[in-house]
């Protein structure tokens, strides 16, 4: 039996009852071939020990793991998507696999992409093609590896059909990918149960997500603790959205139905990272009006946070509701400065002193077009990489004019983590980034010779910068 102590299944979701989800079955895929398996993930939920006959059995084929779910489920949820609200979506090409504890006592999902159709697939195939699970990993990867809440990519493995895709070449290679995260309840769970007026399995989603996923006993009346739920909710999110900022990274589609309540950036789609500091800048070829630019991306959450509120509407005061979302703004601006310092890789030295860098230094990156994160590698560390910045191939405009104000704000900064300068990365002067032609270039290595690669060297990059800003 590959399964040890540290596999600790858990299927907490049953006790939800019914009504959250449907059980529906996993496809059956000509082929499958191993792409990817993520051990480090694996390993803290104990499944590092199979082998890769194992792991196609489960994360292939799909079989029930031991213990655990003896059937997928596809929940059910609604959700705004571009701010028009859907009570048409759910799980569509994707379900619950699996749940368990891992090392540290969370409860973990897994959940499918690309695993069939379900009730909720509507005219979808419920495939994933490859291209897309393979952008999923690296960004996960690059996501993880900056510091940020991230569903984890656990698996990918190509299973062999042709499919048809109006926004890739087709015909195109197909697979089925599973994440590992925290949760899979979404904003939209609570919109599909306020939509209908369930205010019973309203406040049992309230009491399970306090318990699961903030680890707190639910108290007092049904109104008090969808409150408290609210607020912890805000939390997660607005920090969620300081987390996509500091690492320059736009998601492209922040619908209700992709914003888990667990605070996980996860759910994507066309997502970019910045190659300079753009507000403006879009991931998605089809959001003409910009909804979701990268400077938007606070705002979508807040507008999100406040529909979740409106989900409970029924069993909260509206009053005391708006009461716990004014705080959303603050938490995000304290969020956002702990995330730029954290990427900065410096001391605090309070609030005023703190703003009034990292003002200059958006300007500066803004005004410019500032390779974002040439910039950040550039001064990790504050003062103690004036040299670093003074070999980068951008050391000239260190020196303009008006980089002069930032340049002497950041030298009065020290190092949160000396150890971190002395990492390889940072040794080598190149930057690990993650920019679309990066992207593209090692898919048509994998698309034209199914050569993987530069796919594999790439990863080995991104986990060499992890763990170097780790220290």
Same mark, same amino acid.
């Given at each position: 039996?590959?399964?040890?102590?540290?596999?600790?299944?858990?299927?907490?979701?049953?006790?939800?009852?019914?009504?959250?989800a449907?059980?529906?079955?996993?496809?059956?895929?000509?082929?499958?071939?191993?792409?990817?398996?993520?051990?480090?993930?694996?390993?803290?939920?104990?499944?590092?020990?199979?082998?890769?006959?194992?792991?196609?059995?489960y994360?292939?084929?799909?079989?029930?793991?031991?213990?655990?779910?003896?059937?997928?489920?596809?929940?059910?949820?609604?959700?705004?998507?571009?701010?028009?609200?859907?009570?048409?979506?759910?799980?569509?090409?994707?379900f619950?696999?699996?749940?368990?504890?891992?090392?540290?006592?969370?409860?973990?999902?897994?959940?499918?992409?690309?695993? &069939?159709t379900? %009730?909720?697939?509507?005219?979808? $195939?419920?495939? +994933?093609?490859?291209? =897309?699970? /393979?952008?999923?990993?690296? @960004?996960?990867?690059?996501?993880?590896?900056?510091?940020?809440?991230?569903?984890?990519?656990?698996?990918?493995?190509?299973?062999?059909?042709?499919?048809h895709?109006?926004?890739?070449?087709?015909?195109?290679?197909?697979?089925?990918?599973?994440?590992?995260?925290?949760?899979?309840?979404?904003?939209?769970?609570?919109?599909?149960h306020?939509?209908f007026?369930?205010?019973?399995?309203?406040?049992?989603?309230?009491?399970?997500c306090?318990?699961?996923?903030? &680890?707190?006993e %639910?108290?007092?009346?049904?109104? $008090?603790?969808? +409150?408290?739920?609210? =607020?912890? /909710?805000?939390?997660?999110? @607005?920090?969620?959205?300081?987390?996509?900022?500091?690492?320059?990274?736009v998601?492209?589609?922040?619908n209700?139905?992709?914003?888990?309540?667990?605070?996980?950036?996860?759910?994507?789609?066309?997502?970019?990272?910045?190659?300079?500091?753009?507000l403006?800048?879009t991931?998605?070829?089809?959001?003409?009006?910009?909804?979701?630019?990268?400077?938007r991306?606070?705002?979508?959450?807040h507008?999100?946070?406040?529909?979740?509120?409106g989900a409970?509407?029924?069993?909260?005061?509206?009053?005391?509701?708006k $009461?716990?979302?004014a705080?959303?703004?603050?938490?995000?601006?304290?969020?956002?400065?702990?995330?730029?310092?954290?990427?900065?890789?410096?001391?605090?030295?309070?609030?005023?002193?703190?703003?009034?860098?990292?003002?200059?230094l958006?300007?500066?990156?803004?005004t410019?077009?500032?390779?974002?994160?040439?910039?950040?590698?550039?001064w990790?560390?504050?003062?103690?990489?004036?040299?670093?910045?003074?070999?980068?191939?951008?050391?000239?405009?260190?020196?303009?004019?008006?980089?002069?104000?930032?340049?002497?704000?950041?030298?009065?900064?020290?190092p949160?983590?000396?150890?971190a300068?002395?990492?390889?990365?940072f040794?080598?002067?190149?930057p690990?980034?993650?920019?679309?032609?990066?992207?593209?270039?090692?898919?048509?290595?994998?698309?034209?010779?199914?050569?993987?690669a530069?796919?594999n060297?790439k990863?080995?990059?991104?986990?060499?910068?992890?763990?170097?800003?780790?220290?």
């Amino acid at each position: 039996m590959p399964f040890g102590k540290a596999y600790q299944p858990d299927t907490s979701f049953l006790t939800l009852g019914q009504g959250f989800a449907d059980p529906v079955e996993a496809a059956s895929f000509p082929k499958s071939t191993l792409r990817y398996r993520n051990n480090h993930a694996a390993k803290s939920v104990g499944l590092d020990t199979l082998n890769d006959e194992e792991w196609v059995k489960y994360f292939g084929r799909l079989e029930p793991l031991p213990g655990n779910l003896m059937e997928p489920l596809a929940q059910r949820y609604h959700g705004h998507q571009f701010r028009s609200y859907n009570p048409e979506i759910g799980d569509g090409r994707g379900f619950l696999y699996a749940q368990m504890r891992d090392n540290i006592g969370r409860l973990m999902d897994l959940g499918t992409k690309g695993s &069939g159709t379900t %009730p909720y697939s509507r005219s979808g $195939d419920g495939r +994933l093609t490859l291209k =897309g699970g /393979a952008r999923e990993i690296m @960004a996960t990867e690059m996501l993880e590896a900056l510091g940020t809440y991230t569903s984890r990519t656990l698996s990918l493995i190509e299973t062999g059909e042709s499919l048809h895709r109006g926004d890739e070449p087709s015909p195109t290679r197909s697979s089925v990918m599973v994440r590992l995260n925290h949760g899979h309840i979404r904003i939209g769970t609570f919109q599909r149960h306020a939509y209908f007026s369930d205010t019973m399995r309203l406040s049992k989603l309230v009491d399970y997500c306090l318990s699961v996923y903030y &680890g707190t006993e %639910p108290k007092g009346s049904a109104a $008090d603790r969808a +409150l408290d739920f609210l =607020g912890r /909710a805000s939390q997660r999110v @607005a920090t969620q959205g300081a987390e996509l900022m500091a690492a320059g990274f736009v998601h492209g589609v922040l619908n209700t139905d992709n914003i888990n309540i667990s605070g996980e950036i996860f759910d994507f789609g066309p997502w970019r990272f910045l190659p300079t500091l753009n507000l403006s800048f879009t991931a998605a070829y089809f959001d003409e009006t910009g909804l979701y630019a990268f400077g938007r991306q606070p705002d979508a959450l807040h507008w999100n946070i406040y529909q979740l509120g409106g989900a409970l509407a029924d069993i909260a005061e509206e009053n005391a509701l708006k $009461d716990v979302l004014a705080d959303f703004p603050q938490i995000y601006l304290n969020a956002i400065r702990e995330k730029l310092l954290a990427r900065l890789g410096i001391k605090a030295k309070g609030h005023k002193s703190d703003d009034a860098l990292l003002k200059l230094l958006n300007e500066f990156m803004a005004t410019e077009k500032f390779p974002y994160e040439r910039f950040f590698f550039d001064w990790y560390g504050g003062s103690a990489s004036e040299k670093r910045a003074a070999a980068s191939p951008e050391a000239k405009r260190y020196k303009s004019e008006k980089a002069a104000g930032m340049v002497s704000a950041l030298k009065n900064y020290s190092p949160a983590n000396p150890a971190a300068l002395q990492a390889p990365y940072f040794k080598k002067g190149i930057p690990c980034t993650m920019l679309i032609d990066e992207v593209e270039d090692i898919w048509s290595h994998i698309a034209e010779r199914d050569d993987w690669a530069p796919f594999n060297a790439k990863i080995d990059n991104i986990r060499e910068m992890g763990e170097a800003l780790k220290g």
